[in-house]
């Protein structure tokens, strides 16, 4: 068969004309695949299709970072090669079938499947069913929305309401709400204690539904009608309900009034809250706050505002009220022998005593220690004698027992008139105190009335103005230091091997408070042994910047206080190691009545101290009355004698022969001398003769400061 060649070049046209057509065709089916893959890409939802046996055709880049693979990996495969949980598989599978089965679209509200990082994630799923009319087959569209912060809101927010309801419920408050109408809405915790009847419950029922058949509750129901109808909040409503014990409880509402976005009234939210043991505890607290906590007394605090109204009372009404300060004689007795715990019993004791000799509206406080106070308002003074004289009879009476021992103790009164004369409150208790001392003074177990007039209050109100500028000065460095030269006598050279430090006092009005005026009343009130240590330590730091390294010699006195205070020895040690000072540039002076009143301790003292090196002298020796008989017992260095011999030495034979026996005495025992009071040539001159070493006065050196 020949063939025409034209015909077969038009068939050959035709068929290049068709493969030309269809890879133009495949060119434009792979464009739009791949736009349409494009546009799933974009949409955050998770997109699939799978075919009737659950294999994936299509995915978008969502659903497949879930699964933790690229898209084309997914393309093929079905959930039991993706997953691990076969009852997962199965029910995708079952729920796929029947939307292609009924051919209708189903919502699946909320699944879980599990990430490739093993978390779980919440999706709400829509699944559809299509069919590709080229090969009539049946797919099913997945459409998948990540609820996953959603669901996790939801679950904190359900937890959240369990856990307002478990507090609610168990907690003593009771949380309420009322609507416009000022019904209940919502209630919970415990209702028992608020209405004893748990048959009736007020929701939907009116505000005092709670309160208003109750006989056990004081509730002022008109005051609160009229805070709610005002629909402002409500602060700190408080009523009583008496409890199954028949004891009050005491509650308090606070509520705040809720209105929409316009302003309207929508009711009220707040709390119901039992505030009975709050309040007990406010009230214990006020109570220990004015009471002593032993005796049950008021305290001194309490005391001290009370002193403060009476006065004012006496201002105002010119109506006299009198103070009386009280202080136990022997009490320390008692500590000592028997305990502390049966002295606070003694004071509990002595307490009802005190009481029941005074007024009801009288008050007796405990200011501390064996220390009572009594104020006898509107009393006269006669009257407040009795009271002092019946109270001062009944302690002289009263026998204290413990552990099978017997002890009596008395008491000593101060007192003082409140009157509109009266300056303050600080010197009524001022004048109250030294009048007490003034009867411990006068014998004790008396009591002693302050007047304008009495010398020794006067005397010891001026003490009680130099114990504050004592402790002025200690606190704020106002006590400074004077040195004063110990010249030889022998050698009558200038240069000074020897000097004392001399205390000074700069009170607030920077007037300059001599030794004379202060240490005596520092010794009485017991600051001695602080004012030493100041000196000391002050004194070595001046040693020590002006005479390190030299064989120059400091003195500094010591108190017979701080001779036996226990822990001299270890601060003199401590101060001398940290200044670094040479103790044999040291000397420490004791008078001679401070060291024969306490000899044991004195000498034990000097015997540390002399073994590390430290020199003492013995000062105002010859003002004693056995100096001789205790100088065997006193190894000091140096005897200073006192200056009232001295002084008088040219023109008194007497003075001038007990001077030169002391001086002979000194040299018998080792010792050297030192004469005070020397205040011209006259005096060195004979003392010079006598064979003194060494002589201390204005006539050879006066005072200066140096610090």
Same mark, same amino acid.
Request: negative net charge; glycine residues 4%.
């Given at each position: 068969?020949?063939?025409?060649?034209?015909?077969?070049?038009?068939?050959?046209?035709?068929?290049?004309?068709?493969?030309?057509?269809?890879?133009?065709?495949?060119?434009?089916?792979?464009?739009?695949?791949?736009?349409?893959?494009?546009?799933?890409?974009?949409?955050?939802?998770?997109?699939?299709?799978?075919?009737?046996?659950?294999? %994936?055709?299509?995915? =978008?880049?969502?659903?497949?970072?879930?699964?933790?693979?690229?898209?084309? $990996?997914?393309?093929?495969?079905?959930?039991?090669?993706?997953?691990?949980?076969?009852?997962?598989?199965?029910?995708?599978?079952?729920?796929?079938?029947?939307?292609?089965?009924?051919?209708?679209?189903?919502?699946?509200?909320?699944?879980?499947?599990?990430?490739?990082?093993?978390?779980?994630?919440?999706?709400?799923?829509?699944?559809?069913? %299509?069919?590709?009319?080229?090969?009539?087959?049946?797919?099913?569209?997945?459409?998948?929305? =990540?609820?996953?912060?959603?669901?996790? !809101?939801?679950?904190?927010?359900?937890?959240? @309401?369990?856990?307002?309801?478990?507090?609610?419920?168990?907690?003593?408050?009771?949380?309420?709400?009322?609507?416009?109408?000022?019904?209940?809405?919502?209630?919970?915790?415990? *209702?028992?204690?608020?209405?004893?009847?748990?048959?009736?419950?007020?929701?939907?029922?009116?505000?005092?539904?709670?309160?208003?058949?109750?006989?056990?509750?004081?509730?002022?129901?008109?005051?609160? +009608?009229?805070?709610?109808?005002?629909?402002?909040?409500?602060?700190?409503?408080?009523?009583?309900?008496?409890?199954?014990?028949?004891? &009050?409880?005491?509650?308090?509402?606070?509520?705040?009034?809720?209105?929409?976005?316009?302003?309207?009234?929508?009711?009220?939210?707040?709390?119901?809250?039992?505030?009975?043991?709050?309040?007990?505890?406010?009230? /214990? *607290?006020?109570?220990?706050?004015?009471?002593?906590?032993?005796?049950?007394?008021?305290?001194?605090?309490?005391?001290?505002?009370?002193?403060?109204?009476?006065?004012?009372?006496?201002?105002?009404?010119?109506?006299?009220? &009198?103070?009386?300060?009280?202080?136990?004689?022997?009490?320390?007795?008692?500590? $000592?022998?028997?305990?502390?715990?049966?002295?606070?019993?003694?004071?509990?004791?002595?307490?009802?005593?005190?009481?029941?000799?005074?007024?009801?509206? $009288?008050?007796?406080?405990?200011?501390?220690?064996?220390?009572?106070?009594?104020?006898?308002?509107?009393?006269?003074?006669?009257?407040?004698?009795?009271?002092?004289?019946?109270?001062?009879?009944?302690?002289?009476?009263?026998? %204290? @027992?413990?552990?099978?021992?017997? %002890?009596? #103790?008395?008491?000593?009164?101060?007192?003082?008139?409140?009157?509109?004369?009266?300056?303050?409150?600080?010197?009524?208790?001022?004048?109250?105190?030294?009048?007490?001392?003034?009867? +411990?003074?006068?014998?004790?177990?008396?009591?002693?009335?302050?007047?304008?007039?009495?010398?020794?209050?006067?005397? /010891?109100?001026?003490?009680?103005?130099?114990?504050? !500028?004592?402790?002025?000065?200690?606190?704020?460095?106002?006590?400074?230091?004077?040195?004063?030269?110990?010249?030889?006598?022998?050698?009558?050279?200038?240069?000074?091997?020897?000097? @004392? #430090?001399?205390?000074?006092?700069?009170?607030?009005?920077?007037?300059?408070?001599?030794?004379?005026?202060?240490?005596?009343?520092?010794?009485?009130?017991?600051?001695?042994?602080?004012?030493?240590?100041?000196?000391?330590?002050?004194?070595?730091?001046?040693?020590?910047?002006?005479?390190?390294?030299?064989?120059?010699?400091?003195?500094?006195?010591?108190?017979?206080?701080?001779?036996?205070?226990?822990?001299?020895?270890?601060?003199?040690?401590?101060?001398?190691?940290?200044?670094?000072?040479?103790?044999?540039?040291?000397?420490?002076?004791?008078?001679?009545?401070?060291?024969?009143?306490?000899?044991?301790? !004195?000498?034990?003292?000097?015997?540390?101290?002399?073994?590390?090196?430290?020199?003492?002298?013995?000062?105002?020796?010859?003002?004693?009355?056995?100096?001789?008989?205790?100088?065997?017992?006193?190894?000091?260095?140096?005897?200073?004698?006192?200056?009232?011999?001295?002084?008088?030495?040219?023109?008194?034979?007497?003075?001038?022969?007990?001077?030169?026996?002391?001086?002979?005495?000194?040299? &018998?025992?080792?010792?050297?001398?030192?004469?005070?009071?020397?205040?011209? $040539?006259?005096?060195?001159?004979?003392?010079?003769?006598?064979?003194?070493?060494?002589?201390?006065?204005?006539?050879?050196? +006066?005072?200066?400061?140096?610090?």
């Amino acid at each position: 068969m020949q063939l025409n060649s034209k015909k077969i070049i038009s068939i050959a046209n035709e068929e290049l004309n068709d493969d030309s057509s269809y890879e133009i065709q495949i060119d434009s089916l792979k464009k739009q695949k791949n736009l349409l893959q494009d546009v799933i890409d974009k949409v955050p939802n998770l997109i699939s299709v799978r075919d009737a046996s659950g294999k %994936f055709i299509l995915v =978008n880049k969502a659903i497949a970072n879930v699964y933790g693979y690229e898209v084309n $990996d997914l393309i093929g495969r079905n959930d039991e090669e993706l997953t691990h949980h076969p009852w997962k598989i199965e029910s995708c599978i079952e729920i796929d079938t029947m939307v292609m089965q009924q051919k209708q679209e189903r919502t699946i509200l909320e699944e879980t499947i599990t990430d490739k990082n093993g978390k779980k994630i919440w999706l709400q799923t829509t699944k559809q069913p %299509f069919i590709d009319t080229a090969n009539n087959e049946l797919y099913v569209l997945g459409v998948s929305t =990540n609820i996953t912060q959603q669901r996790i !809101a939801k679950e904190k927010l359900i937890q959240s @309401e369990k856990r307002f309801k478990d507090f609610s419920e168990t907690a003593a408050n009771i949380f309420w709400e009322l609507d416009k109408d000022l019904n209940y809405t919502y209630i919970s915790g415990s *209702i028992k204690n608020l209405i004893g009847d748990l048959s009736i419950y007020p929701l939907g029922k009116s505000f005092d539904t709670l309160f208003s058949n109750s006989s056990k509750c004081e509730f002022d129901f008109d005051a609160y +009608k009229e805070m709610l109808k005002c629909q402002k909040d409500i602060s700190n409503f408080t009523f009583n309900v008496k409890n199954e014990n028949k004891e &009050v409880d005491i509650f308090r509402i606070n509520a705040k009034s809720i209105f929409n976005n316009n302003e309207k009234f929508e009711g009220y939210r707040g709390v119901i809250r039992s505030i009975t043991e709050e309040k007990s505890l406010l009230e /214990r *607290i006020a109570y220990d706050a004015k009471h002593d906590a032993l005796t049950g007394l008021a305290n001194r605090n309490e005391f001290d505002k009370q002193l403060k109204r009476v006065l004012k009372k006496a201002k105002d009404t010119e109506e006299d009220s &009198v103070l009386c300060y009280l202080d136990l004689d022997h009490f320390k007795v008692v500590n $000592d022998a028997a305990g502390h715990s049966a002295g606070d019993q003694l004071l509990i004791s002595l307490c009802h005593i005190l009481e029941d000799k005074v007024r009801a509206s $009288d008050i007796v406080a405990r200011l501390g220690g064996d220390e009572f106070g009594i104020i006898l308002e509107s009393c006269p003074l006669n009257n407040a004698v009795n009271v002092c004289e019946n109270i001062l009879r009944s302690i002289n009476q009263f026998v %204290f @027992e413990w552990d099978k021992q017997s %002890f009596k #103790v008395g008491a000593s009164i101060g007192v003082a008139m409140i009157t509109d004369k009266s300056v303050n409150e600080a010197l009524i208790m001022s004048q109250a105190d030294m009048a007490c001392y003034r009867a +411990k003074e006068l014998g004790r177990n008396q009591m002693h009335i302050a007047h304008t007039d009495d010398t020794a209050i006067i005397e /010891r109100s001026s003490e009680f103005t130099y114990v504050s !500028a004592i402790t002025d000065a200690l606190n704020n460095d106002r006590l400074f230091l004077m040195k004063q030269p110990i010249v030889s006598v022998l050698n009558n050279n200038k240069e000074i091997p020897h000097y @004392e #430090v001399l205390s000074r006092i700069l009170d607030v009005k920077e007037n300059i408070i001599s030794p004379n005026e202060f240490i005596r009343v520092a010794e009485r009130y017991g600051m001695i042994t602080g004012v030493d240590r100041f000196v000391i330590k002050k004194a070595f730091q001046y040693h020590k910047q002006t005479y390190a390294g030299s064989e120059v010699v400091i003195s500094i006195n010591l108190s017979g206080n701080t001779v036996s205070d226990p822990y001299i020895l270890e601060f003199i040690k401590k101060e001398l190691d940290e200044t670094g000072l040479d103790p044999k540039t040291v000397c420490f002076e004791i008078t001679e009545t401070a060291a024969i009143s306490s000899i044991t301790k !004195a000498v034990h003292v000097i015997k540390e101290l002399k073994d590390i090196g430290v020199k003492f002298a013995l000062d105002d020796f010859g003002s004693g009355l056995s100096s001789f008989g205790y100088l065997k017992d006193l190894p000091v260095d140096y005897l200073k004698i006192d200056g009232t011999f001295v002084k008088n030495i040219v023109h008194n034979e007497k003075d001038r022969a007990i001077v030169r026996s002391i001086n002979e005495v000194a040299k &018998v025992m080792g010792m050297q001398t030192i004469a005070e009071f020397v205040e011209n $040539d006259e005096i060195l001159e004979i003392l010079k003769e006598i064979g003194v070493d060494y002589a201390q006065g204005y006539g050879v050196g +006066k005072p200066k400061r140096v610090t």
